[in-house]
């Protein structure tokens, strides 16, 4: 069943989440964008834009590794400063109101936290943080961006319009940017988030599979999951005969498989 007007939409989506409580929720760029966080996908699952970076590129190429963090000083603090919206604190209300259990989130926002949700999955991680690739150290990413206003005054005077994932837009010559390393031992730190190209830790995986295997349902939230990492959910719960519900603009790559599609704006909807 597919429903487009937000009214009709709110009833039917309170109803799937008292039939079916608790229930496992899924969120992707879409439920962010109302916090001024940019999303790479349009309502056809198509992409806008390229991702910033591929994980065996940021590690092979210390050109690339110059270029993202260039980018990085203008598009980061958009992530960094965004604040939750009203669909982040809807979520987290019926959390502690027992319809929804566990959120399994592809953004690396930490919004849903800062909204005060308490069970959430970060299965790409959390762009806030950094990690040394060599000693494994996690340091706050703020720490980072600091160090590299400093080593790069004449960059940090340049102007850029901020993209996903705390990417930007910015063409310089990315040659003379210094890249900050870890303090402890010299190594190359990067943000702690699966890139594109990457793989999300087992464990991780796990964690979000038996949240959903523990459930009665799965609700996917502003996602196309049209990448696999998100999309293994939906098929988990179909494979499982548990409801699929989708609240989101546009295609997905699990319409075939959701028993209600509310093809609407989720601000309307959570509200």
Known sequence: ?????????????????????????????????DS?????????????????????????????????WARSLFGWPVLYHAKPNSAHYA???LQQQGLIGCIITQNVDGLHQKAGATRVINL???ANDMVCMNCREITPRLDMHERSLKLNPDFAALEATAAPDGDADLEANFELFKVADCQSCGGILKPD???????????RVEEAQKALEDSNALLAIGTSL?????????RQAHQS???????????????????????????????
């Open 1 to 33: 069943m597919t429903i487009t007007d937000p009214t009709e939409a709110r009833k039917a989506l309170m109803t799937f989440l008292r039939d079916n409580a608790p229930v496992t929720v899924i969120t992707g760029a879409g439920i962010s964008t």
């Open 36 to 68: 001024g966080i940019p999303d790479y996908r349009d309502n056809k699952g198509k992409w806008k834009r390229t991702p910033p970076v591929q994980h065996q590129d940021y590690m092979r190429s210390e050109a690339v590794r110059k270029r993202y």
């Open 91 to 93: 979520i987290a209300e």
């Open 124 to 126: 790409h991680g959390y």
């Open 193 to 203: 988030v699966v890139y594109f190209g990457d793989n999300v830790p087992r464990p």
């Open 226 to 234: 049209m990448v696999f990492s998100g999309y293994r959910f939906a």
């Open 241 to 271: 005969n548990q409801p699929v519900a989708l609240l989101t603009l546009g295609k997905t790559r699990a319409d075939d498989l959701a028993t209600l599609k509310l093809n609407c704006s989720i601000k309307d909807v959570l509200a």
